[in-house]
Protein backbone atom coordinates (compact mmCIF):
# COMPACT_ATOMS: atom_id res chain seq x y z
CA UNK A 1 0.00 0.00 0.00
CA UNK A 2 1.13 3.79 -0.75
CA UNK A 3 -0.35 7.40 -0.77
CA UNK A 4 0.59 9.44 -3.23
CA UNK A 5 1.13 13.16 -2.94
CA UNK A 6 1.24 15.87 -6.02
CA UNK A 7 2.47 19.62 -5.74
CA UNK A 8 3.82 22.07 -7.97
CA UNK A 9 0.58 23.12 -10.14
CA UNK A 10 -0.01 26.82 -10.68
CA UNK A 11 -0.91 29.22 -13.23
CA UNK A 12 1.68 29.47 -16.16
CA UNK A 13 1.25 31.23 -19.22
CA UNK A 14 1.91 29.43 -22.53
CA UNK A 15 5.72 28.94 -23.16
CA UNK A 16 6.30 29.19 -19.71
CA UNK A 17 7.49 26.12 -16.85
CA UNK A 18 6.37 24.23 -14.16
CA UNK A 19 7.94 21.22 -12.14
CA UNK A 20 5.22 18.64 -10.33
CA UNK A 21 6.43 16.73 -7.89
CA UNK A 22 4.57 12.95 -6.65
CA UNK A 23 6.23 12.53 -2.88
CA UNK A 24 5.07 8.45 -1.69
CA UNK A 25 4.14 7.30 1.63
CA UNK A 26 6.50 4.44 1.48
CA UNK A 27 10.02 3.77 -0.41
CA UNK A 28 9.84 3.53 -4.54
CA UNK A 29 12.93 1.57 -4.59
CA UNK A 30 11.52 -1.64 -5.38
CA UNK A 31 8.48 -0.56 -7.03
CA UNK A 32 8.70 -1.47 -10.94
CA UNK A 33 6.83 1.74 -12.00
CA UNK A 34 5.32 4.78 -11.83
CA UNK A 35 3.27 7.32 -13.99
CA UNK A 36 1.73 10.70 -14.39
CA UNK A 37 -1.70 10.85 -15.82
CA UNK A 38 -3.63 13.91 -16.58
CA UNK A 39 -7.28 14.96 -17.38
CA UNK A 40 -8.72 18.02 -19.23
CA UNK A 41 -11.88 19.22 -18.19
CA UNK A 42 -14.09 17.07 -20.36
CA UNK A 43 -11.98 14.44 -21.08
CA UNK A 44 -10.56 10.91 -20.73
CA UNK A 45 -7.56 10.63 -18.49
CA UNK A 46 -4.38 10.22 -20.44
CA UNK A 47 -1.14 8.75 -20.25
CA UNK A 48 1.60 11.26 -19.73
CA UNK A 49 4.70 9.43 -18.95
CA UNK A 50 6.03 6.37 -17.21
CA UNK A 51 9.72 5.24 -15.62
CA UNK A 52 10.19 2.18 -14.39
CA UNK A 53 12.73 1.10 -11.78
CA UNK A 54 15.52 1.34 -13.71
CA UNK A 55 14.69 4.80 -15.34
CA UNK A 56 13.42 3.83 -18.60
CA UNK A 57 10.83 6.46 -19.45
CA UNK A 58 7.89 6.71 -22.25
CA UNK A 59 6.50 9.65 -23.32
CA UNK A 60 3.35 10.54 -24.77
CA UNK A 61 4.01 11.52 -28.27
CA UNK A 62 2.14 15.35 -27.14
CA UNK A 63 4.78 15.42 -24.73
CA UNK A 64 8.08 14.66 -25.93
CA UNK A 65 10.77 16.85 -26.10
CA UNK A 66 9.03 19.58 -23.43
CA UNK A 67 8.34 16.98 -20.73
CA UNK A 68 11.16 14.82 -18.63
CA UNK A 69 11.00 12.75 -15.68
CA UNK A 70 12.84 11.49 -12.69
CA UNK A 71 12.44 9.97 -9.96
CA UNK A 72 14.77 10.01 -6.75
CA UNK A 73 14.21 7.11 -4.54
CA UNK A 74 16.38 8.64 -1.65
CA UNK A 75 13.51 11.27 -1.44
CA UNK A 76 10.47 9.08 -1.91
CA UNK A 77 9.55 10.46 -5.11
CA UNK A 78 8.92 11.94 -8.84
CA UNK A 79 9.42 14.64 -10.38
CA UNK A 80 7.18 15.82 -13.92
CA UNK A 81 9.63 18.82 -15.58
CA UNK A 82 7.50 20.54 -17.81
CA UNK A 83 9.08 23.09 -20.22
CA UNK A 84 7.21 25.13 -23.14
CA UNK A 85 3.92 24.74 -21.68
CA UNK A 86 0.70 25.11 -24.23
CA UNK A 87 -2.33 25.87 -23.52
CA UNK A 88 -3.50 22.10 -24.20
CA UNK A 89 -1.41 20.84 -21.55
CA UNK A 90 -4.05 22.84 -18.90
CA UNK A 91 -5.84 19.72 -16.96
CA UNK A 92 -5.58 17.94 -13.30
CA UNK A 93 -2.23 15.99 -13.18
CA UNK A 94 -2.16 12.61 -11.42
CA UNK A 95 0.49 10.46 -10.20
CA UNK A 96 -0.12 7.05 -10.14
CA UNK A 97 1.75 3.42 -9.78
CA UNK A 98 0.68 -0.17 -8.98
CA UNK A 99 1.60 -2.55 -6.29
CA UNK A 100 0.54 -6.23 -6.16
CA UNK A 101 -1.79 -5.87 -8.67
CA UNK A 102 -3.90 -2.50 -7.23
CA UNK A 103 -3.60 1.12 -8.39
CA UNK A 104 -3.30 4.22 -6.49
CA UNK A 105 -3.11 7.38 -7.28
CA UNK A 106 -2.56 11.12 -5.90
CA UNK A 107 -5.45 13.56 -5.34
CA UNK A 108 -3.90 14.79 -8.16
CA UNK A 109 -2.78 18.88 -9.03
CA UNK A 110 -4.08 21.20 -11.25
CA UNK A 111 -1.53 23.05 -14.32
CA UNK A 112 -3.35 25.72 -16.22
CA UNK A 113 -1.40 27.42 -18.75
CA UNK A 114 -3.14 30.64 -19.53
CA UNK A 115 -2.17 34.26 -20.72
Known amino acids: QVQLVESGGGLVQPGGSLTLSCTASRSIFSINRMAWYRQAPGKERELVVT???????DYADSVKGRFSISRDAGKNAVFLQMISLKPEDTAVYYC?????????WGQGTQVTVSS
Open 96 to 104: NTAIDGLSY
Open 51 to 57: ITRTGIT
